[in-house]
């Protein structure tokens, strides 16, 4: 009876000291007090329709050209001046936009619940034309000018023909029995496709017939349950000097050479936001908020912030000498690229921001989930 009890009261030890460890670490770091070495200021803001409302939409702004261009989900398309925030038009498209929003060549594209892609004159926002997908299309989809390349959540990819719309090729991945609900936008090039996956893999493929050029692998899944081998890569992959960075859910962070698909190098990370490059760094938002700044030659950690532990930030942007993140609580924070210490914190115009921040000469642009656009650069005390 004896061992019986002892055996019974260690449990009830090792089950209150896991749940003390769990609450640890669910715990939300507090703001920490800091000397202010720069300020933001605000250049412009504007309106961009109803907002994502209650939808997990993460309706990603796009510049091109100097002109900055947005949604809603109910399929108001806005073109801004990114100078002067002086609206170039509105298009009342009524479709019901869910991945938002891609420019280039003359022309912006958007994705819709019910799997369309939808293109417009980026001059004055005219509709070109439309070409259905299998599924919904979660992230912006993408261009060279050539072809116009879509990612559906069904782990599909379709490319049309940019002036005309009809489908040139398309490809079917594996989908996993559980993953988060996002996916990346394809990342593209005059000559090659290379889109990422949610059982974490990235594949390259021909821009002329959709034809594979290689695969690789940013994170295995692993673990008995469907729960614990997602593996999701739901950010972009960033592209820089001929190198590809991407990071996966539960798995890593990595680096490729794009033209072949080679591993240079791979760190243990979670996450599953947006990646920033800059200055020979790689910015990363872990899935607790860490903020991690990487070599980007090698992989080696060159700082890491974990003072906005568990405050749920968003994806990194990097914007001159500083990077910055928002969190749960709407605060921005500006933290130095050169050791990750805060320089600055403020609440931006508009209520929540769940969509990627964008970097654009120096300068910020916000997007909140009630479809207020701003414009901010950071200025000298």
Known sequence: MRV??????????????????????????KLVKFDKTVKMKRLWSAGTGSGKGRKYLRLVPSIDKGVIYTSDPKGQVFAFDVETGKR????????????????????????TIDGRVVTLDAANGEKLWEAKTSSEILAPPATN???VVAQT??????????????????????????????????????????CAFDNGQIVSFSAVDGSRTWEARVSQPKGKTDLERIVDVDGTPKESSGIIFAGSYQGNLIALTRAQGKPIWRKALSTYQNLSVANGKVFVSTDRSRVIAFNSANGDVLWQNEQLLNRQINAPAAVGDYVVVVDEEDYLHVLSQDDGSFAYR????????????????????????????????????
């Open 4 to 29: 019986v009890l002892l055996l019974l009261f260690a449990v009830f030890i090792s089950s209150c000291s896991s749940n003390k460890e769990k609450d640890e670490e669910s715990k939300v770091a």
């Open 145 to 147: 000018g050539s072809i």
């Open 346 to 381: 403020f609440k931006p115009k508009g209520d929540g921001f769940h969509s990627p921040m964008l970097s654009y000469k120096d300068k910020l642009y916000l997007l909140s989930d009630d479809g207020k656009l701003s414009s901010y650069e950071i200025a000298p005390l």
């Open 88 to 111: 170039q038009w509105k298009s009342k498209t009524k479709y019901k936009v869910s991945g938002a929003i891609g420019a280039g060549f003359n022309r912006v594209f958007f994705g």
């Open 153 to 194: 959540i069904d782990a599909r990819v379709f490319a049309f023909d940019a002036k005309t719309g009809e489908q040139v090729w398309s490809y079917d991945h594996l989908a996993p029995v559980l993953s988060l609900r996002g996916t990346s936008s394809p990342v593209i090039t005059a000559t090659q496709v290379i």
